[in-house]
């Protein structure tokens, strides 16, 4: 069964303090992986997407890697603003345009 | 990326009534979705609205609670019928655009079912 997983759930920071989540993945196949910003009461915002094993992007202080099993979305120095629900997505092995989506980790920055 | 707008962004319902939901899009979409993300939980895909077919529903999900339309490319409703206090939810529209298949998502409508 395709499956998708986060953790942490949940994950405080101090401003500055870098850190890693983490997205795994059951799916045969993989035709993408994406990452996902969600804040309060909006809808997700897009931010990369990874296509092969040892594909990287990068967005300000958020860079996205991608193994064979799992992808890290890496926070360097994070601001306050940073805070948010971040979740990643696959498509269906049945489906390339249906995603399933993580439960997400919700991200707090402390100033 | 496309621009999503919905109506309304958020309502407050009384059980037994229904809501339709509009979503526009800026720019010509092939395929549109519809998905459900309950308090503290992820997203759920509810169905695909294609223009000229009818939406096809995910499992769990009918067609008798969820009437979809999609009239044009830029254009769905999705309706919640027969409302229950277990139908509170954000509920989200999305398209798909680029050669990368990358869905891009509405500002959500919270609703309330009192």
């Known amino acids: 069964e395709d499956q998708v997983t986060q953790s942490p759930e949940a994950l405080r920071l101090q401003e500055g303090e870098s850190s890693s989540l983490n997205c795994s993945y059951t799916v045969s196949g993989l035709r993408g992986l994406f990452w996902y910003r969600q804040d309060p009461g909006k809808g997700p915002e897009f931010l990369f997407t990874?296509?092969?094993a040892g594909e990287e992007k990068e967005k300000e202080r958020l860079k996205a890697t991608l193994t064979k099993k799992e992808s890290f979305l890496h926070i360097t120095a994070p601001k306050p603003e940073d805070s948010a629900t971040y979740l990643c997505a696959v498509p269906r092995m049945d489906s390339s345009y249906k995603l399933i989506f993580g439960s997400g980790t919700r991200l707090l920055v402390r100033p | 990326s496309a621009v999503i707008s919905q109506k309304p962004s958020r309502d407050i319902c009384q059980r037994g009534t229904s809501l339709t939901i509009q979503c526009q899009v800026d720019s010509q979409v092939t395929m549109m979705f519809w998905y459900r993300q309950q308090p503290g939980q992820s997203l759920t895909l509810i169905a695909t609205?294609?223009?000229?077919?009818?939406?096809?529903?995910e499992s769990g999900f009918v067609i008798d609670k969820f009437p979809i339309s999609r009239p044009n490319l830029t254009f769905s409703t999705l309706t919640v019928s027969n409302m229950s206090p277990e139908d509170s939810s954000i509920y989200l529209c999305s398209v798909e655009q680029g050669a990368q298949e990358t869905q891009y998502f509405g500002p959500g409508t919270r609703l309330l079912v009192l």
């Open positions: 609205a294609n223009q000229g077919s009818e939406a096809t529903y």
């Open positions: 990874l296509y092969s």
